[in-house]
């Protein structure tokens, strides 16, 4: 799931844990499923983003902490484009 040396099951607990956390950073209210999809989607985001800073990224802590900077940003910037976009 884009995170080396990271099974698939511990890929989805780091998930929902990381996305339970931007959840809290970000003051959102979100479910168990959408905890678990930005934390993935943060995982990939933050991974992509330590690689091109040059940053490696080794054991749970490590993924914990790079997926929930992303899932946050991801939110972050969901908010920004939500709040510029006028409904009709």
Known sequence: MGNEGMG???S?????????LAEQFMSA???LLTNIIMGILGG???GLIAG??????????GHLLVSTI?????LFLY???RGRSSVV
């Open 8 to 10: 698939f099951f511990m």
């Open 70 to 74: 992303g899932a946050v940003l991801i």
């Open 44 to 46: 990939l985001t933050g």
């Open 29 to 31: 209210n979100h479910g």
């Open 52 to 61: 091109l800073l040059g940053i490696q990224v080794n054991g749970f802590i």
């Open 12 to 20: 989805l607990i780091v998930g929902a844990i990381a996305g339970w």
């Open 79 to 81: 908010r920004a484009l």
